[in-house]
């Protein structure tokens, strides 16, 4: 890749050094986060975004909370265990649906607890947390690059595909999910071509996904969200490939706003419908779609497009962040554990095991 999405540079004081999101195409420009309040609302406004991305970003973010509470002259045990626990759950509050966020925070505060059930003193559990944030980050890059070649193997040479909203490396903190499998194809020689959905409205799809893409030299056209289905239904697509922010346990898929009418133009072509995201998107605690928690924006971001406002005064706007599409109208779901052809919870069950 040429750029990275987000990178640590170890203290103490840490920092995380993002790539500033809400800036692209126009500028790439980089955060330099210091403090959770500062990754809180690094994430809030989406300058660091994707559901792997953030949970990483995340447990950088619970280092820098206890390399402060560490810092603070005379900090007992307990105090520097509170501030730390309340560190992850500040970050795990920023966002609702994408489930990798809670999962890292309270992976991160579970080992902060056992440090100091084990008696470590704060700098020591400080390494230990560090260590793991670590390991968090090096896990998604592996499993990107699985998903990849997991994926390519759905991509035969001279296929086009349609996808919405970034699930590319900007995404996670390695190569992508809903991308992975582009890359990897293209790397292995195949002809890949891909459709982007501009992804009102915050458009992940034209700053995001075609910025990333044309970079890396994959040709990529940019269509409105409203062209999909004809895109479909001209046959111009042989797959489409998205990311996820949460699977349930009936493998019933969240994704950014407007994947479900995707999927349903999809079915109706006969065009599969392919779903790729690491096992730290799946929530064995929910039973469905219907309970993922769906994360409401302001009204600014519909009101208007690219800074503009275009809507006249005193419209009533509703703008969900995402929607859910059922699992009967996935093909495959592609993780970085294997591949699940019609996901439902029985071969969920059987590839993550409970509590995954
Ligand atoms: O609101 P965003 O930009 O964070 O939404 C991101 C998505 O919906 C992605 O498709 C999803 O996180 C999967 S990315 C690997």
Same mark, same amino acid.
């Given at each position: 890749?040429?750029?990275?999405?987000?990178?640590?540079?170890?203290?103490?004081? =840490?920092?995380?050094?993002?790539?500033?999101? %809400?800036?692209?195409? !126009?500028?790439?420009?980089?955060?330099? &986060?210091?403090?959770?309040?500062?990754?809180? !609302?690094? &994430?809030?406004?989406?300058?660091?975004?994707?559901?792997?991305? +953030?949970?990483?970003?995340?447990?950088?973010?619970?280092?820098?909370?206890?390399?402060?509470? *560490?810092?603070?002259?005379?900090?007992?045990r307990e105090?520097w265990l509170?501030?730390t626990?309340?560190?992850?759950?500040?970050?795990?509050? !920023?966002?609702?649906?994408?489930?990798?966020?809670?999962?890292?925070?309270?992976? $991160?505060?579970?080992?902060a607890r056992a440090s100091y059930d084990a008696g470590a003193?704060?700098?020591?559990a400080? @390494?230990?947390?560090?260590?793991?944030?670590? /390991?968090?980050?090096?896990?998604?890059?592996?499993?990107?690059?699985? $998903?990849?070649?997991?994926?390519?193997?759905?991509?035969?040479?001279?296929? @086009?595909?349609?996808?919405?909203?970034?699930?590319?490396?900007?995404? %996670?903190?390695?190569?992508?999910?809903?991308?992975?499998?582009?890359?990897?194809?293209?790397?292995?020689?195949?002809?890949?071509?891909?459709?982007?959905?501009?992804?009102?409205?915050?458009?992940?799809?034209?700053?995001?996904?075609?910025?990333?893409?044309?970079?890396?030299? &994959?040709?990529?056209?940019?269509?409105?969200?409203? $062209?999909?289905?004809?895109?479909?239904?001209? =046959?111009?697509?042989?797959?489409?490939?998205?990311?996820?922010?949460?699977?349930?346990?009936?493998?019933?898929?969240?994704?950014?706003?407007?994947?479900?009418?995707?999927?349903? /133009?999809?079915?109706?072509?006969?065009?599969?419908?392919?779903?790729? *995201?690491?096992?730290?998107?799946?929530?064995? *605690? &929910?039973?469905?779609?219907?309970? +993922?928690?769906?994360?409401?924006?302001?009204?600014?971001?519909?009101?208007?497009?690219?800074?503009?406002?275009?809507?006249?005064?005193?419209? *009533?706007?509703?703008?969900?962040?995402?929607?859910? %599409?059922? /699992?009967?109208?996935? %093909?495959?779901?592609?993780?970085?554990?294997?591949?699940?052809?019609?996901?439902?919870?029985?071969?969920?069950?059987?590839?993550?095991?409970?509590? @995954?």
């Amino acid at each position: 890749m040429h750029f990275k999405t987000l990178e640590w540079r170890a203290g103490p004081p =840490g920092r995380l050094r993002l790539l500033d999101q %809400t800036r692209l195409p !126009a500028l790439e420009v980089y955060l330099e &986060i210091e403090d959770v309040e500062a990754l809180h !609302a690094a &994430i809030r406004c989406l300058s660091v975004r994707g559901a792997p991305a +953030i949970g990483v970003a995340a447990a950088y973010g619970v280092v820098l909370g206890a390399e402060r509470a *560490a810092a603070l002259a005379g900090a007992t045990r307990e105090a520097w265990l509170g501030r730390t626990l309340e560190a992850a759950a500040r970050l795990e509050s !920023a966002r609702p649906t994408a489930v990798n966020l809670a999962w890292a925070c309270r992976r $991160m505060a579970r080992l902060a607890r056992a440090s100091y059930d084990a008696g470590a003193e704060p700098r020591a559990a400080l @390494a230990a947390l560090e260590r793991e944030a670590r /390991a968090i980050h090096a896990e998604d890059v592996a499993a990107c690059e699985r $998903m990849g070649v997991l994926g390519a193997e759905l991509i035969q040479d001279g296929f @086009a595909v349609l996808t919405h909203c970034n699930a590319g490396a900007l995404a %996670t903190s390695g190569i992508g999910s809903g991308l992975a499998p582009i890359y990897h194809a293209h790397a292995a020689g195949k002809r890949v071509q891909v459709y982007a959905d501009e992804t009102r409205p915050l458009l992940q799809g034209a700053r995001l996904t075609a910025w990333e893409l044309a970079r890396e030299g &994959i040709p990529v056209t940019l269509i409105t969200d409203g $062209m999909a289905a004809r895109v479909l239904s001209e =046959g111009r697509v042989q797959a489409v490939f998205v990311g996820a922010d949460r699977i349930a346990a009936n493998g019933d898929v969240c994704n950014k706003i407007g994947t479900y009418g995707v999927a349903l /133009a999809a079915a109706a072509h006969a065009v599969p419908f392919y779903v790729v *995201a690491p096992s730290s998107t799946f929530d064995a *605690a &929910i039973a469905d779609g219907s309970r +993922i928690p769906i994360e409401e924006r302001g009204a600014d971001e519909v009101l208007g497009c690219a800074g503009q406002r275009s809507a006249p005064p005193g419209i *009533a706007v509703y703008n969900p962040a995402f929607d859910v %599409t059922p /699992a009967r109208l996935v %093909t495959a779901l592609v993780t970085e554990r294997g591949v699940v052809p019609r996901p439902d919870g029985p071969r969920l069950a059987a590839l993550f095991g409970r509590g @995954a």
